[in-house]
């Protein structure tokens, strides 16, 4: 890891995307622009335009015909890659079962947004929880240079022959979009190495061997094809571990289904996805600083979410806050549904809803949680972060 | 940790310096976040770009709400914006207009180190242009210095020679020479 292998570049999170894609290579890209997913195809469009991929760049009159692309591409047997946000990913959403069911291993960069109405264009998770059940594996990334790295990950797991699977790489819209960081770039011919060619099994231009991708199915067989889907999802999860293995040995960075944050003695632990993760990681470092026994449970990978090791490294905490992205209505909040699915009798819990609509979400606002799970403050209620009255 | 606020109008590169800034601090080995806030941008439009710098890793993925710096691209800004909100106590606030520090101590108090710089009147004398961007960070730089004047020159050159011409590289690292030398810390 200390071969100088790489180069730190200042780049924004969708700067990062756009840079992964241009070592990525793929096949066929086709977006419909949409804030804040902005500057990935921005940047990608001039890497188009310099000829430094081979990617045949399609414009398209909105997100579903971009998303209705992909799976052409997909299906013809390219490598293909799409990037939206919040009423794009909407509109793409007949399409994203369809890639699924499918089994076309598309990979899409997805920054995170709000769902109108109101109208707002800022961060938060309800884009990426419209698509938490379609088939389509999610991870979540808290930083650019997980960005860059999970591009990756993406689309080896998405190719490989035991998940054929779409990917979706969630990072926070203008937090982590926007927002200009270093990032270890590393050489294109280690990358290249670890992404590798795409060789479909079964496309449609293999004239070879004919094949009807789409058809019709009646109840004898629909239900056996879509537990083909659950059960790829599940081949999904022991698969992202070896590609996280392997792509470990390049960046010496950790991918696991989660990162555990002070967390083998801690009192109070906070579950959290995306940016805020690291907010909350110094709010950790704060609090452990006065002797405060807290901790952090960041998932990277949300979708196969991976309960029975989540049980395992919270059944001895006793108090766990979820922080959630997502305004309930009518519903627990996605996370805190996955998460109480892992909590036993010992462990309390409570929701925390936060940052909806790009609200921000301060470090203190977040020591503040912890207080008040270490005080045992805790209901089934949800509690709403930073609200006014 | 430092974190720095840029007041300016949509338009005037606000973010372009927060990341220039914020790519000079990089390449010396700092750890940086540049953003921009976005309202219903409109050009012309009040906005704020933001920079953090350490030497460790950032985690904080918040809004900078309590800045140890404010650079302000656009003077008449000083009336219609809280300038001085959050900024630390002693904290460092850089105008660029040609009136004395003293004429805005009335409006901003006395718990700040205020320093006007007649950045515009110096861009235009390089560029021909009102753009007073590099200047302010010359002047930053020698206001706080996170980085030395060197770093910030041969950053900035090393950035600028990819997308403008000899004479704009320089012009710019004149600007940013001379924001420097204006600058008098009392």
């Known amino acids: ?389 | 940790m430092f974190e720095i606020r840029i007041h300016g109008r949509a338009g005037q590169g606000a973010k372009t310096i927060a990341q220039l800034f914020a790519e000079v601090n990089l390449a010396v080995g700092k750890f940086v976040q540049a953003f921009p806030s976005y309202g219903p941008a409109r050009e012309g439009a009040a906005m704020n770009a933001f920079v953090r710098i350490d030497d460790q890793p950032i985690k904080l993925h918040s809004d900078i709400k309590k800045p140890d710096a404010v650079l302000v691209i656009d003077p008449l800004l000083v009336e219609t914006e809280n300038v001085t909100q959050g900024l630390k106590k002693n904290g460092i606030i850089i105008i660029n207009s040609n009136a004395s520090s003293d004429s805005f101590k009335k409006k901003l108090g006395n718990n700040f180190r205020i320093y006007t710089v007649p950045a515009s009147h110096i861009a235009l004398k390089f560029f021909k242009k009102d753009i007073p961007n590099t200047v302010l960070l010359g002047a930053l730089v020698k206001a706080t210095k996170i980085i030395c004047l060197d770093e910030l020159l041969d950053g900035t050159k090393e950035k600028f020679m990819k997308k403008l011409s000899p004479q704009l590289v320089e012009a710019n690292l004149k600007s940013i020479q001379e924001g420097y030398n204006f600058l008098k810390i009392s």
């Not at chain 1, 188009?48 to 009159?61: M, N, Q």
């Not at chain 1, 203008?174 to 190495?193: C, M, P, Q, R, T």
Request: proline content about 4%; some cysteine; overall charge positive.
């Open chain 1, 1 to 389: 890891m200390t071969k100088n292998n790489f180069k730190t570049i200042a780049l924004t999170g969708g700067e990062a995307a756009a840079e992964a894609m241009r070592q990525i290579n793929p096949a066929v890209f086709s977006a419909y622009p949409i804030t804040p997913q902005t500057p990935i195809i921005e940047k990608f469009a001039k890497i188009v335009e310099k000829g430094l991929v081979e990617t045949k760049f399609v414009s398209v009159e909105s997100e579903h015909s971009a998303m209705s692309l992909m799976v052409g591409a997909a299906a013809a047997g390219g490598r293909a890659m799409t990037a939206t946000s919040s009423q794009g990913l909407a509109l793409m959403i007949e399409i994203l079962p369809i890639t699924s069911g499918l089994r076309l291993p598309v990979v899409m960069n997805l920054a995170m947004r709000s769902i109108s109405a109101p109208l707002n264009i800022h961060n938060d998770h309800q884009d990426a929880m419209l698509a938490r059940d379609l088939g389509w594996i999610q991870i979540f990334c808290e930083n650019n240079q997980e960005v860059y790295e999970n591009n990756f990950l993406a689309v080896r797991l998405a190719e490989n022959s035991k998940v054929k699977l779409p990917v979706m790489v969630c990072q926070d819209g203008f937090i982590a979009s926007h927002n200009l960081e270093g990032v270890k770039v590393y050489d294109d011919k280690i990358i290249k190495n670890f992404v590798g060619d795409y060789t479909p099994e079964n496309y449609l231009l293999n004239l070879k061997k004919p094949l009807t991708i789409g058809a019709f199915v009646m109840p004898d067989y629909y239900f056996e094809i879509k537990k083909q889907v659950a059960d790829a999802m599940n081949e999904a999860k022991k698969v992202y571990l070896k590609i996280a293995q392997e792509l470990k040995k390049i960046t010496g960075n950790n991918y696991g289904y989660f990162e555990q944050y002070f967390m083998s003695d801690a009192k109070a632990v906070i579950v959290a996805m995306g940016s805020v993760s690291g907010t909350a990681k110094a709010a950790v470092d704060k609090l452990r600083s006065q002797g405060k026994k807290v901790g952090l449970l960041k998932i990277n990978l949300y979708r196969p979410f991976p309960y029975q090791e989540v049980e395992k490294v919270l059944n001895k905490i006793k108090f766990v806050g979820i922080l959630e992205r997502v305004m309930g209505c009518g519903s627990i909040t996605p996370l805190t549904s996955d998460i109480s699915e892992c909590l036993n009798s010992k462990t309390s819990r409570q929701t925390y809803i936060l940052g909806l609509g790009g609200r921000d979400v301060q470090m203190e606002e977040i020591e503040e949680i912890f207080n008040d799970l270490l005080k045992g403050k805790l209901s089934k209620e949800p509690k709403y972060v930073g609200l006014k009255n």
